[in-house]
C-alpha cells in the first residue's frame, strides 16, 4: 500500500477514512471494477460532492507495473519505489 499526500507533496504512511454510504458503495463499485483487469492502468476518483477539493483516488498497483514505472511522475515513482 502506498498512500501519498499531494498537497504536501510526500508519502504517509497511516489514514484514516470517514466516508458517506454513497461514497463507501461508490469506492467498492471502482475497486470491484479495477479488480476485474489490475494490469490495466486505470484508476478513479471518489469526490466530496459537499466539499470540493476532498478526493481520493485509487489504482492497482502490481509487480509488472512496479518494474516498469517510467508512466509515473517523479512523486510517484519516489513513493512507489520505497520499503
Do not use: W
Not at 489514514?15 to 463507501?24: F, K, P, Q, R, W
Not at 507495473?65 to 519516489?78: F, M, V
Amino acid at each position: 500500500m502506498r498512500i501519498i499526500d499531494f498537497i504536501k507533496q510526500r508519502s504517509i504512511k497511516a489514514v484514516s477514512l470517514y466516508l458517506t454510504e454513497d461514497e463507501a458503495s461508490q469506492l467498492k463499485e471502482e475497486l470491484e471494477l479495477l479488480l476485474k483487469n489490475p494490469e490495466s492502468n486505470d484508476h478513479f476518483h471518489v469526490y466530496d460532492v459537499k466539499n470540493p477539493g476532498r478526493e481520493i483516488s485509487c489504482s492497482i498497483i502490481t509487480e509488472s507495473k512496479l518494474k516498469n514505472i517510467s508512466g509515473y511522475n517523479k512523486l510517484e515513482q519516489q513513493v512507489l519505489t520505497e520499503k
